[in-house]
């Protein structure tokens, strides 16, 4: 038997994959609906995505239930046979079972559909054989058949777990997608590592308290001057009767000297403001005060309550840790 190239290799797994997308395109597509719709309502109804598989199956099982719990439907593995051994007890009524086997005969899945069943709202396989026990069982069953697997002797599981890590994938962002889930909503889920520095909202990198540059619209120029100094982020917020009136920036301060001379400076705060600043909700993301800087040519946004109030300055120096810049 010749044995395959590495490269050869890669394009069995590929052609799985484009098997699947033309099934998902064509005769699985009904079908693909519907287990959208079953984990939708399972949602609906607090329940959660309970996914469960058996050896490279139930490694697939596991980062399917992760990428279901980071886009917004609560999941978790289930062993199979830890599962008879109390696990079970994960189950419970409006959980939606997804199981993975590619025979759809794997004993210790085929052991538990009695209790899932009983329990569970909906199962959803995953499978090759689409005649198997597990397939005939369920109330969706999808296609996961492949040309070839990869191994020289087509024994170990290989095209068939990518197949289903693809799927898996496909039926987490279809579902996602169908809730609305937001660039927000997958921030609050992720607040750790590079990944939750880049997504990090306003709120967190802002300054506040204290550290606000801010005048009142009556304060002299040579006092603007001081507060920006003192502040050292190359601007001060005006207020007036507790709420944004305007800015004023070192460019401000720049143009009006220019414009006017010595006589700039004897003006106050309210002359001299621009009174249409650029501001931002404390709860976007990092990324959008970056576009908006980026876009007006800007190094600092205020960052304003529903009423107006002053809430905080963020920085463009403020992004250089988040990784965006």
């Known amino acids: 038997m010749t044995p395959h190239t590495p490269s050869r290799l890669v394009r069995i797994e590929a052609e799985a994959l484009v098997a699947l997308a033309d099934r998902l395109e064509g005769p699985m597509a009904a079908d693909f609906e519907r287990a959208v719709e079953c984990i939708l309502q399972c949602g609906q109804s607090r329940g959660r995505v309970v996914v469960t598989g058996m050896g490279k199956s139930g490694i697939i099982a596991q980062k399917i239930a992760a990428t279901l719990s980071s886009t917004g439907s609560p999941a978790l593995f289930l062993h199979p046979a830890e599962a008879v051994h109390g696990d079970l007890g994960m189950l419970a009524r409006g959980d939606v079972v997804v199981a993975l086997s590619a025979s ?46 990869a191994c020289g002797m087509g024994l170990a599981p290989t095209a068939s777990t990518t197949a289903m890590l693809a799927l898996g994938d496909a039926l987490a962002i279809a579902v996602s997608l169908r ?147």
């Open 104 to 149: 759809g005969e794997t004993e210790e899945i085929l052991r538990l559909l009695v209790n899932i069943k009983r329990i569970g709202d909906a199962l959803i396989s995953f499978c090759c054989n689409l005649e198997s026990t597990l397939a005939r069982s369920s109330d969706v069953a999808l296609d996961v058949s492949v040309p070839a697997e």
């Open 179 to 325: 809730k609305g889930f937001r660039a927000e909503d997958f921030a609050d889920l992720h607040p750790g590592g590079k990944l939750g520095k880049r997504l990090a909202r306003v709120r967190q990198l802002m300054h506040a308290g204290d550290a606000i540059p801010k005048v009142r619209i009556d304060t002299p120029m040579t006092d603007v001057i001081y507060e920006m100094s003192r502040k050292k982020l190359g601007m001060t917020t005006v207020e007036d009767g507790g709420k944004l009136a305007g800015v004023l920036s070192d460019g401000d301060l720049r143009r009006l000297l220019e414009r006017e001379g010595p006589e700039g400076l004897k003006k106050t705060a309210g002359e001299a403001m621009n009174p249409s600043p650029r501001t931002i909700s404390a709860e976007e993301l990092a990324v959008r005060a970056l576009d908006t800087m980026e876009e007006r040519k800007i190094t600092s946004l205020v960052v304003v309550d529903g009423a107006g109030a002053i809430e905080g300055v963020v920085h463009l120096h403020d992004l250089w840790g988040t990784e965006l810049i």
